[in-house]
């Protein structure tokens, strides 16, 4: 249980840059408008390329997103189908699931932010579950600092002793890196101790379009993030993860294999997270 | 579209006074065969001017038109009732003192320039300008230390030209071409209205063409509107001139036909006075489609094309029966629409359509017992939506249980509510002075009855007196959640001194009822006040 929470944090990356929908209005011709409002200005340019500047993380912000119950295995096909022009196609429009709400918190005044001290915001890793990931957004990436607890009596805390580096900025299909960590000696999940030396290669892999529930991405990143965790018994875990991020509204689905997968084209997730309204 | 929709008739009115050309035969053909030069490039005959005077057909300019100012006295139209969940009130209050300060006054102008070139040849231009349109008084003045200002400045949109379009008579028909608006009233003006009213402030125009006949004793026409032509060839080339439509797709185009049997005012006056019975009727209907749109502010390319897939359909029925001293009215309106991505995002496509069955329907039954007095009882009905707020002028922020205002669709419940249902009569339409002119905006999500008299009690002087009142169809759009909503009463004074001179006091008293309880704060609403005065100098 202590490693799977704690593999559930590693690969928790950013987690709510969407913002609310804009409802119609007689200016804008009675239309709904989804980017960015509320003052972040962020306009799609379609180059294929996501720059900083493209995602936002604005704490205080909601999230929506419809996904499988917690402890179920939900079927998935994250290899989609070939679009042509070297593009793929996502269908992610069931309606199956449940809708989870993911709330981006300030970091400031958190029971944690004195471990912390660099964090700006944290938020759930999973929406099924209360854990929190603590980040930091910087000029050139998006990095897991360490998890924590909703609350201080959940006697989880664990801290990176480097950050994981999730999002390294721009993302362009290619792109790939790999970050080695080890959590600090004082980690603990659920008040007992806990240790690993993780292990995480990220790879943008694929560019197309992203059918959820509700709306469509045309153009989306597919981003691979293979976290493997090795444990002071000499025991391992491995998990692999896609993120799927458009420009301007960030994360907008998730799939996340059953512990042990090494088929990268796994039918199976233990989370299957997109975007709802 | 309402506007597209109400040429149909408005034609139907030209075609029908029309003038019929006196034709002589020209000489223009003779003059121009004589003409030495006239196929020599470059040069321009020295008598052409003289030539083109002497033969021009007995054209005719008329201008008409209004100068209004208007002057409002509100008091208390918050109601007294303290804030929505997303307001600070139903209606914006004094800002400089927080508290027994709830009384506000208006002043503002416009003049109507309506001018028609009757060229000759059956041909006329026509055309309407609006000069300091609804232009507040002392709302521009000169200087930021405004107790200094000595004078004021001009608007920086001083002049709109609102309509300019041209009409021949055609040996089958009327031909119209330009931007136009309804010229008249189609019914009973609930749903489109030409806005020529002294007291209107609404208008709607459109560039179309449009082609009237008569056949079989009704008027029968066909109308295209280019309601938007999209974006044009100077957002890539500017330096193409003029700009040229650059994609079809993105086009709104709107289809509207009508037939109606339909008198003129003039005509149905000799026949009233006559006590003949007669019947008035029209049908219309139109349709609107789009399949592309650009995303606002985007360069056009693939990428900031958005599948729009826009389809509406608008019918309408009106019929009214002159029958001796009695006159028997009503319309029927339906709206229906569907937008398969209602997005303006080209990287976030809605998968989910957008949709709207709307319906407004009025009934009247007018009494003239003698030429000096008048009475009416009228029934109006606008369907409603069950989302909080009566849509009449929705923003961007989603509406919460108590809201006056808001969206009337909710894409984040479970299941998602996709249709807006709630019919809007035309802002033009007024049935009194305060809560729904003033504080909804429109009559929308709910009926109504109105009875009302006038009297002429001297040559040049009438009092108008009505009530009316309203329930919400859904409660739950109310800022309560309750449905009956108000009883106003109305009454008014015209002086009318032949036809130049127009004015009209108006005194309106609101009774709020459950409808605007603030029940978060346990507050009722209280009394509402206005004064509405018009003077119109008319030419």
């Avoid at chain 1, 660099?118 to 980040?135: C, E, H, I, M, W």
């Avoid at chain 2, 994609?247 to 339909?262: G, H, K, L």
Wanted: charged share 20%; aromatic share 10%.
């Amino acid at each position: 249980m202590r490693r799977a929470a704690l593999l559930i944090v590693c690969t928790a990356a950013c987690a709510a840059e969407t913002v609310e929908p804009r409802l119609p209005t007689p200016t804008d011709g009675g239309f709904i408008t989804l980017p960015d409002s509320g003052g972040v200005a962020c306009r799609p340019n379609f180059d294929g390329v996501i720059a900083r500047d493209e995602v936002v993380f604005a704490p205080g912000v909601e999230v929506r997103y419809r996904t499988n119950p917690s402890g179920t295995a939900a079927p998935v096909d994250t290899r989609g189908v070939d679009a042509g022009n070297g593009r793929r196609r996502w269908d992610f429009s069931s309606p199956a699931g449940d809708r989870v709400t993911l709330s981006l918190q300030r970091a400031e005044g958190q029971w944690f932010a004195a471990t912390f001290p660099t964090a700006q915001y944290a938020a759930a890793l999973d929406p099924r579950r209360s854990d929190l990931g603590v980040y930091r957004a910087g000029d050139a990436a998006v990095e897991l600092l360490g998890v924590v607890g909703a609350a201080e009596s959940a006697g989880t805390s664990v801290v990176y002793e480097s950050p994981v580096e999730i999002l390294r900025f721009p993302l362009r299909v290619g792109a790939t890196w790999t970050v080695e960590t080890r959590t600090r000696p004082d980690a603990t999940v659920e008040r007992l101790p806990v240790a690993s030396q993780d292990r995480y290669l990220v790879v943008v892999d694929a560019r197309g379009e992203v059918r959820t529930p509700a709306i469509t991405f045309t153009d989306a990143l597919r981003v691979r993030v293979e976290v493997t965790q090795r444990f002071p018994s000499g025991s391992g875990a491995r998990r692999i993860q896609y993120l799927w991020m458009a420009e301007c509204y960030g994360e907008v689905a998730r799939i996340t294999s059953t512990d042990g997968e090494l088929n990268p084209d796994f039918t199976s997730a233990s989370e299957y997270r997109r975007l709802d309204l | 579209m309402r506007c597209a929709l109400a040429l149909s008739l408005a034609l139907a009115a030209g075609a029908a006074s029309a003038q019929t050309p006196t034709p002589r035969p020209g000489d223009e053909g003779a003059a121009a065969a004589r003409e030495p030069f006239r196929d020599a490039p470059g040069v321009t005959p020295l008598h052409e001017p003289l030539r083109d005077t002497a033969n021009a057909r007995d054209t005719r300019i008329r201008v008409r038109g209004f100068f209004r100012t208007r002057g409002d006295v509100g008091l208390n139209w918050d109601l007294g009732r303290g804030p929505t969940p997303s307001l600070p009130a139903v209606w914006p209050t004094p800002y400089a003192e927080r508290a027994g300060r709830n009384t506000q006054t208006n002043l503002d102008m416009r003049l109507r320039l309506d001018a028609t070139a009757d060229i000759g040849w059956g041909v006329s231009l026509h055309g309407r300008l609006h000069v300091l349109d609804n232009l507040r008084w002392g709302s521009v003045p000169e200087g930021e230390f405004v107790g200094g200002a000595v004078n004021q400045s001009s608007p920086p949109d001083p002049i709109q030209v609102r309509q300019l379009y041209a009409q021949v008579l055609l040996p089958f028909g009327m031909l119209y071409a330009g931007r136009m608006g309804a010229l008249i009233d189609w019914g009973t003006g609930f749903f489109i209205n030409a806005g020529n009213g002294l007291d209107d402030d609404f208008g709607d125009v459109g560039d179309r063409v449009a082609f009237v006949a008569p056949l079989g004793g009704l008027l029968w026409s066909v109308a295209y509107e280019l309601t938007a032509s999209g974006v044009g060839s100077d957002a890539l080339r500017p330096e193409i001139k003029p700009a040229f439509d650059l994609d079809p797709s993105d086009d709104v185009r709107t289809f509207a036909f009508s037939v109606s049997r339909w008198d003129a005012p003039a005509t149905r006056d000799r026949r009233l006075a006559a006590r003949r019975t007669t019947v008035n009727f029209g049908l219309l209907g139109a349709y609107r489609s789009q399949s592309w749109d650009l995303a606002p502010g985007s360069t056009p390319a693939i990428n900031t094309a958005i599948r729009r897939d826009l389809d509406a359909f608008v019918g309408d029925a009106w019929l009214r029966a002159d029958v001796g001293s009695f006159t028997f009215e009503g319309e029927f309106a339906y709206v229906g629409f569907r937008i398969g991505n209602a997005s303006l995002d080209p990287a976030a496509a809605l998968n989910v359509e957008t949709t709207g069955q709307q319906i407004g329907a009025l009934l009247r039954a007018d009494w003239r017992a003698s030429p000096r007095f008048f009475a009416r009882v009228e029934f109006g009905y606008a369907s409603g939506d069950s989302r909080p707020g009566f849509g009449a002028r929705p923003t961007n922020r989603a509406a919460r249980a108590g809201d006056l205002d808001g969206p009337q669709l909710d894409l984040t419940t479970t299941p998602r509510d996709t249709n807006i249902n709630n019919f809007r009569f035309h802002p033009n339409y007024r049935v009194d002075l305060i809560m729904w002119r003033r504080i909804i905006g429109t009559v929308t999500d709910a009926w109504y009855v109105r009875p009302m008299v006038r009297g002429r009690i001297w040559s040049m002087l009438s009092v108008e007196a009505s009530v009316i009142g309203s329930v919400a169809v859904q409660p739950n759009s109310t800022p309560s959640g309750r449905a009956p909503l108000g009883v106003e009463a109305d009454l008014g004074l015209v002086y009318e001194q032949e036809h130049g001179f127009v004015a009209r006091l108006d005194y309106g008293l609101l009774i709020p009822l459950a409808g605007w309880t603030n029940v978060v704060r346990g507050v009722d609403p209280t009394l509402a006040h206005a004064l509405h005065l018009v003077m119109a100098f008319r030419y």
